[in-house]
């Protein structure tokens, strides 16, 4: 019940989850909204998936609650509240998670004077958990469905569904140049 | 043409028509009813009660505004209007208007052992008069009775060797049966104690004190102020609010959609409504929170922790409605609940200016 491993559990048939903590409520559920919608217009209509929302870890204890597929962690960087909120949830996550089952998510970061939390610090809190970071404004419809879309790709490698293509390859691919490993510095 | 050649052609046009009104009060009458918007024109020179129904049906509404003003200017002259009428005029529209005055709030005491006297209005307003005039030689009061037992004031201040300026008054609500009274706030600071005086005196109280509130929305200073705020109001709708909560939760209930942590969000909701209650709080733009305290901090050996002398901070809070915006942050992730009761206590305790010292 404490601590969330990738793999305790059986996986679903054709079907995935995904897992969003974060604080604010609202826009999690417009996320997980738009992730659903994105689900329908793609070709893959077999596809169908689960969100889960979370304002933090540890979950309740639920054995209905199917494997989870993947976990974003939203932060909202107006809100040093959030980080804490996240940072304390990632003490409930097992390592083998963040081969590639973990991302993180930022919002935010297009209203400089509303920040409270540098983008420094979240690029490093995704660098020291090894996992990629999405910066995104969920309060903009476009923005929000693009995101959704993302994640919807992300989640269904996540869950074995596309051939040939694991968490840990997408995890290698996502890294990019500019944020090399500190091992590669 | 020159402002030097329109001056003088209007003063001969107003004292062509009417002997009676001075052009200082003919301007006076022009710049209120200028201030009205037209769609509220006839509603409140309806409620000023001067000019009759039909007179105001002579007049034509349609022209513009500059015209319709000149119109209504004559309309007075010709019913020999004078500077009292016109600030008349003024409270009521000040009264349709509140919110752009920002409200201070003062709480009148008596003495100990003094009787409850029955209060006499007509006596209130000429002992309140008196006082002021004879502490100030220009200075112009008018009144104007209100529901609920109050009454408006308005006070024109002058000097000694100048008259009444109309355009910087200042309002005073007082609720007779209370010992509460709004004022605007004074541009001329040096006058606020003789107001208070003037107030306490011919109110029969004993002393005067300016409480920590302010705000521009007078009916929620006097929601706050005489405890109305935490009334359910009168239809009977206990059915709808129930009904609206659960459709709401239905059309995010997607079955792909789970909510882990619903427990807790039912807590949170459970709180903030015994804290903030289901009624529509009163609206407050701010709340500000001046602190006098040492520093306090975590780590050992922290340079602001040994200064001796308290760390002074301003913290200031705005939002158009402050009171709504602090019920919906735990709601909406953005805090913890409960939430701070130094941002809650503010209904209760009638203050939105707090200091704060070391104990």
Redesign the interface.
């Known amino acids: 019940m404490s601590v969330l491993r990738p793999l305790d559990k059986q996986p679903g048939l054709n079907t995935a989850t995904i897992l969003l903590v974060g604080t604010e409520d609202a826009l999690l559920q417009q996320l997980a909204d738009a992730m659903l919608k994105e689900d329908c217009a793609s070709e893959l209509k077999i596809f169908s998936f689960f969100s889960h929302l979370a304002r933090s870890l540890p979950l309740p204890s639920d054995v209905n609650r199917p494997r989870i597929d993947l976990i974003m962690f939203v932060v909202n960087l107006h809100s040093k509240y959030s980080l804490q909120n996240v940072e304390e949830s990632l003490r409930h996550v097992d390592a083998t998670f963040f081969l590639g089952k973990v991302g993180f998510l930022a919002m935010g970061a297009g209203q400089e004077s509303h920040c409270s939390i540098h983008r420094n610090t979240v690029t490093k809190l995704a660098n020291t958990y090894r996992s990629p970071l999405f910066f995104c404004d969920l309060e903009r419809e476009g923005f929000r469905a693009t995101v959704a879309q993302r994640l919807v790709r992300m989640l269904q490698i996540c869950a074995g569904h596309v051939p040939g293509v694991s968490a840990l390859n997408l995890l290698s691919l996502l890294r990019s140049s500019e944020n090399p490993a500190p091992e590669d510095l | 043409m020159k402002k030097a050649d329109i001056v003088p052609n209007i003063v001969k046009q107003y004292s062509n028509h009417a002997k009676e009104m001075d052009e200082t009060v003919a301007e006076f009458f022009k710049r209120t009813i200028l201030k009205i918007p037209m769609t509220e024109m006839m509603t409140i020179l309806k409620a000023w009660d001067f000019l009759s129904e039909k007179q105001l049906q002579n007049v034509n509404f349609r022209q513009r505004k500059e015209s319709l003003v000149q119109d209504l200017v004559l309309l007075c002259e010709k019913k020999r209007a004078s500077v009292h009428d016109a600030a008349l005029l003024d409270i009521v529209y000040t009264q349709f208007h509140r919110h752009r005055k920002v409200w201070d709030v003062f709480q009148m005491s008596k003495g100990p052992g003094e009787d409850i006297d029955l209060f006499d209005m007509e006596q209130f307003k000429s002992s309140f008069k008196k006082i002021l005039q004879r502490a100030l030689k220009n200075v112009m009061v008018s009144f104007r009775d209100a529901e609920e037992n109050a009454v408006w004031i308005r006070i024109a201040w002058g000097t000694q060797y100048r008259k009444p300026n109309q355009y910087k008054p200042v309002y005073v609500v007082y609720y007779s049966q209370t010992p509460y009274a709004f004022t605007s706030s004074c541009p001329l600071r040096s006058n606020i104690p003789l107001l208070g005086q003037a107030l306490t005196v011919a109110s029969n109280h004993h002393k005067i004190v300016k409480m920590d509130l302010r705000s521009r929305y007078l009916d929620s200073l006097k929601a706050i102020v005489f405890k109305q705020y935490n009334q359910t109001f009168e239809t009977y709708n206990s059915t709808t609010p129930l009904q609206e909560k659960s459709l709401e939760l239905d059309i995010?209930m997607?079955s792909?959609?789970?909510?882990?942590?619903r427990?807790?969000?039912e807590r949170v909701q459970r709180v903030t409504q015994e804290t903030f209650g289901d009624y529509s709080q009163p609206r407050l733009e701010f709340a500000q929170y001046k602190l006098e305290t040492k520093f306090k901090s975590d780590f050992n050996g922290d340079i602001l922790a040994e200064r001796k002398e308290p760390l002074r901070c301003l913290i200031k809070f705005s939002s158009p409605h402050l009171l709504e915006a602090l019920k919906s942050l735990a709601?909406?992730?953005?805090?913890?609940a409960p939430l701070s009761p130094l941002l809650t206590c503010i209904p209760n305790k009638g203050m939105n200016y707090f200091k704060i010292k070391d104990k």
Do not use: F, S
């Open positions: 995010h997607d792909r959609i789970i909510h882990e942590n427990i807790e969000k709601p909406a992730g953005i805090a913890d």
